[in-house]
């Protein structure tokens, strides 16, 4: 059975083995009070670990839908850029608007679209679809986040955060 490729060049996702290694992270500051006042989108900037392959695939994605050079790409440049790294489907993209309350005037720069990408990620790892990336070509949390977010109810439960970003961090939990 041949290989089979996305659009882009020089990563292979046939058996998912380019992405299977790669790490992302999300973590939470020692002091948690530093979440209040934060949007989830100012959280995934913040908080959003990406390593370097990653970071230096999501960032072609971004080079090549950003064409005018402002270095902001808006929503629809966005998805093209996701779609260049995964195939997706709606359902995906509704979750990643819905967990972080953009809409269709957002635009971001580079390191907010990394993070969005690093959280597209979590999405298809968490919700499968049959012909989108598999569950086991994504790679699964680590040990270190796993340790921030022990008892995420109970570190979040006296201080005063969005119900948003309470959403964003449950479902990364």
Not at 131 to 144: N, Q
Request: charge should be neutral.
């Amino acid at each position: 059975m041949p290989k089979q490729t996305n659009q882009r060049e020089g990563f292979e996702n046939s058996s998912g083995a380019g992405f299977s290694k790669r790490t992302i992270r999300f973590d939470l500051p020692i002091d948690i009070r530093l979440l209040e006042g934060m949007s989830p989108t100012q959280y995934l900037r913040a908080h959003c670990r990406c390593d370097e392959d990653l970071t230096l695939l999501y960032k072609t994605a971004f080079i090549k839908q950003d064409k005018d050079k402002d270095g902001q790409i808006n929503m629809t440049e966005m998805e093209s850029a996701l779609l260049f790294v995964y195939k997706l489907h709606e359902s995906h993209i509704q979750k990643l608007y819905s967990l972080t309350n953009i809409n269709e005037d957002f635009k971001m720069d580079l390191k907010l679209f990394i993070a969005l990408a690093c959280l597209m990620s979590r999405i298809l790892y968490k919700e499968p679809i049959n012909d989108a990336i598999k569950p086991d070509t994504i790679a699964r949390k680590g040990v270190l986040e796993k340790a921030d977010f022990y008892a995420l109810d109970w570190r979040v439960s006296e201080v005063n955060i969005g119900t948003d970003l309470r959403i964003l961090l449950s479902y990364l939990l």
